[in-house]
């Protein structure tokens, strides 16, 4: 029930209306009695800082951020997390609010800060430490768009030995290890970055631990599409992490269920994801097993 102590949460985007966000952190509010609800909220691009500044001024705790703001809500922001940093996508805002008393209206801007986050690669990176562990691992990943620059920034943070990113358009690939590499150089980290064309992705899959699709083939409608790597490619101590949500078992993770592989299905990473944001808001654990109930009830599947 919504009273006069209610805290709101919420998700930004251009459009919103296909979210599933509200189902899954409502579900999480609700199993632990929080007084809070999350909320869409469609914002274009023009009024992006008239958004944060007002959010300020309600007392919203936290946002989730979607496309297209990911990158250009970061210039209004007061400060960010390193890996968001690295990335330069922001998918999560916590409001830190000097003096919260749970009394949204009591709050006004000048006691206001505001920290970005970006929660996606560790949703991913999760996801798949349920079936392995992935420290000192070799970890292919397949595309070089927005969700392979937030799966490989946080991948790389994460332990692993050794990246090798494969794209169709070889440039984009070359361009996000090259990135990639001097981000780590900066922090200290030193691991094996290597990019090619999808021509080399037999070879790299060989002696890999983990492969991660990020591409969009086998996304519904066009769920008949040619894997990007059949079961003769794939062994049986790969796991294998197709980011694509729906269906839930694309062709991908078929090829990956003939090969023996241990598979990860996309829509872990956007639970964990949002579990992450909610774990950064409310700073408690959140309850995983009645948010993937939500998600999955969402997503139909
Ligand atoms: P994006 O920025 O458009 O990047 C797409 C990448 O896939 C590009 O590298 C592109 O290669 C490659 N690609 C596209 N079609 C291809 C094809 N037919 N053959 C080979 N490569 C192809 O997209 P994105 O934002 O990274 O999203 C990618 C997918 O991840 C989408 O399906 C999205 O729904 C999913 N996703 C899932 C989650 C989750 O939580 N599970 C989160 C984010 C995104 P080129 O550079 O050669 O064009």
Known sequence: ??????????????????TFSPAMHNAGLNALGLNYT?????????????C???????????LNVTIPHKTNVIKHLDDIDQVASMIGAVNTIQFIYDEDNESSNQNNESSVRTKGFNTDGYGCVRAIEEKTSIKDKKVTVTGAGGAARAVAFQIANSGIDELSILNRNVNKAESLASDLKAN???????I?????????????????????????????????????????MLHEDLVVNDIVYTPLETSLLKEAKLA?????????????QGIRSFEIWLNQEA?????EKALLDVLGI
């Open 260 to 272: 023996n592989a241990k598979i990860v299905y996309g829509y872990k990473m956007l639970l964990y």
């Open 287 to 291: 309850p995983v097993d009645v948010m």
């Open 1 to 18: 029930m919504v009273d006069g102590k209610t805290r709101i949460l919420g998700v930004i985007g251009d459009p919103i209306e296909h």
């Open 192 to 232: 094996n970055i290597n990019s090619y064309d999808l021509d080399n992705l037999k070879k790299e899959l060989s002696d890999s631990d983990i492969f991660i699709d990020t591409t969009p083939i086998g996304m519904y409608p066009n769920v008949n599409d040619k894997p990007i790597a059949s079961a003769d």
């Open 184 to 190: 780590l150089e900066r922090i200290g980290i030193d």
């Open 52 to 62: 944060i500044q007002g959010a300020k001024a309600m007392g919203i705790k936290g």
């Open 38 to 50: 999350y909320l869409p909220f469609h914002v274009r691009e023009d009024r992006l800082g008239e």
